[in-house]
């Protein structure tokens, strides 16, 4: 079990600390809804909870075969619907550092498919992620 604690500081902005770390951070709402976009907006973090847990579950694969996968890059677009206000998808790109083989490419983008983050989304929020390997050549 994690604990994390929410302080309301005022003005649509709040401040999160994580239990076990102590670490904090201040959220605020975007400047479409009432905010100034300071900082994270709550559901900007849902976008970046899918990014590095997909990074996360990639890295373990990693380790858990003896790959190199430090560079990694995700990037995620989040889009929101106004009525009723909610996430209603989230694109994903992740480019991968270096070829490897199909096999070791479908495994890891099984993985990133299920990762707990992505498994834990509703159903009506579209997931797509797209994988960007070294040595695909660009569609024109």
Known sequence: MVQIDTDYLGDLRCEAEHGPSGVSLTTDAPVDNHG????????DLVATALGTCIATILG???D????????????VEKEMASN???I?????????PSA???QTRDRLER??????VDESLHPDVEVRITFHWPDETPAS
């Open 36 to 43: 100034e976009g300071r900082s994270f907006s709550p559901t």
């Open 60 to 62: 373990i694969q990693a």
């Open 64 to 75: 858990e075969h003896d790959l190199d996968l430090e560079g990694i890059e995700i990037s």
């Open 84 to 86: 009723p206000r909610r």
């Open 88 to 96: 209603t998808s989230l694109r994903t790109e992740v480019t991968m």
């Open 100 to 102: 490897l083989d199909e």
């Open 111 to 116: 993985a990133a498919h299920h990762c707990p």
